[in-house]
């Protein structure tokens, strides 16, 4: 059924091919001038070149493998250049908004502080000229009764709260305010005679202490004097005691060199007197040492020891070596028969070796054969249609 509608479409394809080429042979048969449709050939132009920039950019390698995007990245780095212009012009916009904001809140607080001042000032001028202490509510307290006086609104007017002086108020004030001048004269006279009393305590106080110190000075400086003087004393003994080690150190100089000399004099004496002049061969003869400045030469018996005692110490030294020359005999011969087995193991070694190195050779020849009738067989057999150049030039040849 596919198939069916298939061969319709092509028909129909072909038909209309048909077709228009013979309207075209009759049109150019009846010569008529119509108007070329240029939009058409446009539209196929724009097409075309669509394509060939669409081949250029599938078909370039470094795009298809690498997959960079020239045109992508370079609107990336324009649109990161513009975002950064407008991150600087934001920040410098929020810089002079800051400082604008910053003068605004310097002038709103000269001119705070400014209206404090201006305010206070009024302020202090109302309460100079306004707010007297005669005109307040309770001046008559304040000022005596000198206040009653000022009152012009009616007593029956007021109430119990507008009331300043009561009755039996001012009956014994003057008796008090003298009273009370005469505690207050007792009370400066008590303060004036504790002030004296503290005077004098003070004075006191600081004669006290200036005596104390004049002690103290007459004190050190006869502590000093007494010092002085035992510091005098103290030299003179030291001075003394001086002369006296000089004196005991001289006098021990001369007997060390009195002692000196009379060492110096029996050595030499000792020395004209000893063996050593008078060379007397017994003197030198000691038990456990030989006295080299004493001593005049070995005795026969002496020679004869010590000959002895040589050749049998050669006799020792010649054995020694016999019996060294034998062990190096016997481990030469130990060395040697360990060579031989060692050669005896790597030829067979070096054996077994070629052996399998052979039979990896004939492996390796078997399995080329195998693989050339493998490769001739897929060569003269199975590939035997081999493509041109043609099938693969026809690949890839449009972008669609």
């Not at 990336?76 to 934001?90: F, L, S, T």
């Not at 007017?157 to 003057?174: D, H, K, N, T, Y």
């Not at 017994?282 to 030989?290: L, N, P, Q, S």
């Not at 020891?305 to 020792?316: C, D, G, K, P, W």
Request: glycine letters at 2%; charged letters at 35%.
């Amino acid at each position: 059924m596919r198939k069916r509608h298939y061969e319709l479409h092509i028909r129909r394809n072909i038909l209309n091919s048909f077709t228009c080429r013979s309207s075209l042979e009759t049109v150019s048969m009846y010569k008529v001038d119509l108007p070329v449709d240029q939009s058409i050939e446009k539209a196929v132009e724009r097409r075309r070149s669509a394509e060939t920039a669409r081949k250029a950019r599938i078909f370039n390698t470094r795009v298809r493998v690498m997959g960079v995007a020239l045109d992508v990245l370079n609107q990336q780095v324009q649109e990161k250049k513009h975002r950064q212009n407008m991150e600087q012009r934001q920040d410098k916009a929020f810089d002079k908004l800051r400082q604008y904001h910053d003068n605004i809140l310097l002038q709103q607080d000269t001119e705070e502080r400014e209206r404090r001042a201006a305010v206070h000032a009024d302020l202090v001028k109302h309460w100079v000229t306004q707010q007297h202490v005669e005109d307040s509510s309770d001046a008559g307290l304040k000022c005596g009764l000198k206040g009653a006086s000022m009152i012009t609104i009616p007593e029956s007017e007021l109430g119990p709260a507008s009331m300043q002086v009561f009755q039996g108020e001012g009956i014994r004030e003057e008796q008090t305010k003298r009273e009370q001048i005469k505690k207050t004269e007792r009370d400066l006279r008590v303060q004036k005679e504790d002030k004296a009393r503290r005077l004098m305590g003070n004075k006191h106080r600081e004669m006290l202490v200036s005596r104390e110190l004049m002690h103290q000075d007459a004190r050190g400086v006869q502590e000093a004097a007494l010092e002085e003087e035992c510091k005098k004393a103290l030299r003179m003994a030291l001075d003394n005691y001086n002369r006296a080690l000089a004196a005991e150190q001289a006098e021990k100089l001369r007997e060390q060199h009195r002692r000196e000399e009379r060492e110096n004099r029996a050595e030499m004496w000792h020395t004209l007197t000893s063996d050593m002049m008078t060379e007397c061969a017994e003197a030198a003869g000691t038990t456990h040492r030989v006295l080299t400045d004493r001593w005049k030469g070995m005795s026969p018996e002496q020679l004869s020891t010590i000959h002895r005692e040589r050749e049998a110490q050669r006799h020792e030294r010649q054995r020694q070596r016999d019996a060294e020359k034998m062990q190096d005999a016997a481990w030469d011969l130990q060395l040697l028969k360990l060579s031989r087995e060692a050669e005896d193991e790597e030829t067979k070694a070096a054996e077994l070796r070629r052996q399998k190195r052979i039979q990896m050779d004939q492996h390796n020849v078997q399995l080329a054969r195998e693989q050339q009738t493998h490769q001739e067989f897929l060569n003269q057999k199975l590939y035997t249609n081999k493509p041109t150049k043609n099938y693969f030039n026809q690949f890839n040849t449009s972008s669609r």
